[in-house]
């Protein structure tokens, strides 16, 4: 589904990161040097972060309620 | 940390939900959205009063502690999906009360095609983190003791084994004037893996402060650290009182 709110682990709220994320990696950076500027500092932090994956848009098709594109 | 007290989502009443994320997920995640809470620490009834109020008291307003505080902050959240599809952020939820707000305005919540619709009612109250860890308003908690160095005992490690030891451990240790020495910023994890699995047996042993010690705390944003240690510590002097009364009544 969408990405968690908070790491599994520790607990600390991440989302709000994720956008900022997405974008950056998605235009080439290195995904280390964008956690290292977001200041996540710990590995849960990071594993939570780069494994994740927002399926809300393939699964948001198949929505029964109301169908129009 | 779990005593001290904080503002979450407790439960939320849906009134129409067309997205594809079920009510419950919902509910998950509207809980994890850390809300503001320094101020509505005293404006809001205790975790205690308010524990056994159920949802329907809540939504009718009969939840108020004895000395009149309200139990719940509502936040309503009423968005429709617009073309080419919306995603439901944290800046859409709309408080009753403005001193308890969500932290973080750009929190996505659910996305919705054209014409979905969601509308619900968030009940948010104050709750201890031994209850739930939505209420934990400390995200991490420790306490570290502050590394001096490390010493080696010649009898059991001469200066080859040493030289073997920092080969071995090269993100611990260095060789200074042929001894061997605690690189600079080690921590003190890395250290004892070092000293307790690479460099077993090897006479090392780590020198820390004897009176001192690094306490941190870090908050996830609803209070302060400051704020969450001296609840914290409220909390603890709490306990304290009530054992000591319970032990007077015991003794006398």
New interface residues.
């Given amino acids: 589904?969408?990405i968690?709110?908070?790491c599994y682990t520790?607990?600390?709220?991440l989302?709000?990161y994720?956008?900022e994320f997405k974008k950056r990696v998605e235009s080439g950076e290195d995904p280390e040097k964008v956690l290292d500027d977001l200041g996540l500092k710990r590995y849960c932090c990071r594993r939570t972060m780069l494994a994740s994956i927002d399926v809300?848009?393939e699964?948001?098709k198949?929505?029964t309620?109301?169908h129009?594109? | 940390m779990e005593e001290a007290p904080k503002m979450a989502v407790d439960f939320i009443g849906v009134d129409r939900n067309d997205s594809v994320m079920f009510n419950e997920i919902l509910a998950h995640r509207l809980a994890m959205v850390p809300l503001k809470s320094e101020e509505a620490l005293e404006r809001y009834a205790s975790p205690e009063e308010c524990k056994d109020c159920t949802p329907e008291e809540a939504a009718a307003g009969k939840c108020v502690s004895s000395d009149g505080k309200p139990c719940y902050a509502r936040l309503i959240l009423e968005v429709e999906g617009k073309k080419g599809g919306t995603i439901v952020y944290t800046k859409d939820l709309v408080s009753e009360d403005p001193d308890v707000k969500p932290v973080y305005d750009n929190i996505p919540l659910l996305s919705l095609l054209e014409g979905q619709k969601v509308k619900l009612t968030a009940y948010a109250r104050l709750g201890r983190g031994k209850e739930h860890a939505k209420w934990m308003p400390a995200v991490v908690a420790v306490v570290k003791p502050i590394l001096r160095g490390v010493e080696v005992s010649e009898a059991v490690c001469d200066s080859k084994c040493q030289e073997e030891c920092v080969e071995l451990c090269p993100h611990a240790f260095e060789m200074k004037d042929g001894k061997l020495k605690l690189k600079e910023g080690t921590t003190i994890s890395m250290l004892m893996h070092c000293i307790e699995y690479i460099c077993e047996g090897r006479g090392l042993k780590p020198i820390f402060e004897e009176d001192s010690f690094i306490f941190e705390v870090e908050s996830d944003g609803s209070l302060s650290a400051r704020r969450t240690l001296i609840e914290a510590a409220k909390a603890v002097s709490q306990k304290i009182e009530a054992l000591k009364t319970q032990l007077r009544e015991q003794a006398g």
Avoid: A, L, N, T
Avoid at chain 1, 10 to 13: I, R
């Fill in positions: 589904m969408m968690p709110v908070r520790c607990g600390k709220p989302i709000q994720y956008e809300s848009k699964i948001i198949f929505s309620r109301v129009r594109w």
